[in-house]
């Protein structure tokens, strides 16, 4: 609804999500499919190539994970 309700990020934007995200899997999973809905939606509403998302399965919610993945944000 946040996104729905908000202007478009200027510039690019970088979205992704690990797999790992909580102990928890319905909670890791959620946080997916939330990830995932917020990146369609922008590529709706005309983010296009602006946008880009990864799903990273083994990934964790830590600074590590987020380290690892840098370069390409890069």
Do not use: K
Not at 14 to 32: F, I, K
């Amino acid at each position: 609804r946040q996104a729905a309700a908000s202007p478009l990020p200027a510039g690019r934007v970088w979205l992704d999500v690990g797999g790992r995200e909580s102990d928890d899997p319905a909670r890791a999973e959620a946080y997916r499919q939330d990830t995932e809905r917020l990146a369609e939606h922008w590529r709706a509403r005309g983010m296009g190539e602006r946008l880009h998302f990864l799903h990273d399965p083994q990934a964790i919610h830590h600074e590590s994970a987020w380290r690892a993945r840098l370069p390409s944000v890069l």
